[in-house]
């Protein structure tokens, strides 16, 4: 039996030796494991909403998606484990601290090469920083205070047929939200 609030199972997979090796794959971090170790930097997503998510979004493997509000990589984690290892998430954070904490943490769990972080204020810019960003997405995320004023770029990264999920607590958010898909996407 492990105890994962005195170690968590990176560190216990870390220290594995010799013989014990063979026992490391049981010991990968599951998507939960990883959410419940992260540090908080932002409010986090847990696992009934991650899956719905990644369900609906139809995230796969080989699956390319976009996330804009990285925060403490709660989702990006669970997106990365369900797009790999043919998939990749470009995922913008516009805090340089947050974008930079949650890189590092990507990396500790072994998913820099499914994720590319970015620093970038996508409701300002946009997701076109490279010209090979232009309509690669499967799917979109936006987890922003003001997703209605990203839909603009959103189309210039995702595919026909893409999909798109903007995570909203407030009814209001939902209703600019749809004003904005409705006036720029043809539905």
Known sequence: VFFFKQKTAYEMQRGLVGSEMCIRDSLKPTPQLITASLSHRTQILYSPDISFIVANLEMKNGSIVVESGT??????????????????LYTYEFNSERAQEANKDFIKYGLSDVITVNCRDAVKDGFLHEP????????????????????????????????????????????????????????
């Open 132 to 187: 090979k960003m232009s309509h690669i997405a499967d799917a979109v995320f936006l987890d922003l205070p003001n997703p209605w004023e990203a839909i603009k770029h959103v189309v210039e990264v995702i595919k026909k047929y893409g999909k798109l999920c903007s995570f909203s607590p407030c009814i209001e958010q939902v209703g600019k939200c749809t004003e904005a898909m409705l006036s720029l996407i043809h539905i």
């Open 71 to 88: 925060g403490s990589g709660s989702l990006s984690t669970s997106i990365a484990r369900a797009i790999a290892p043919k998939g990749h």
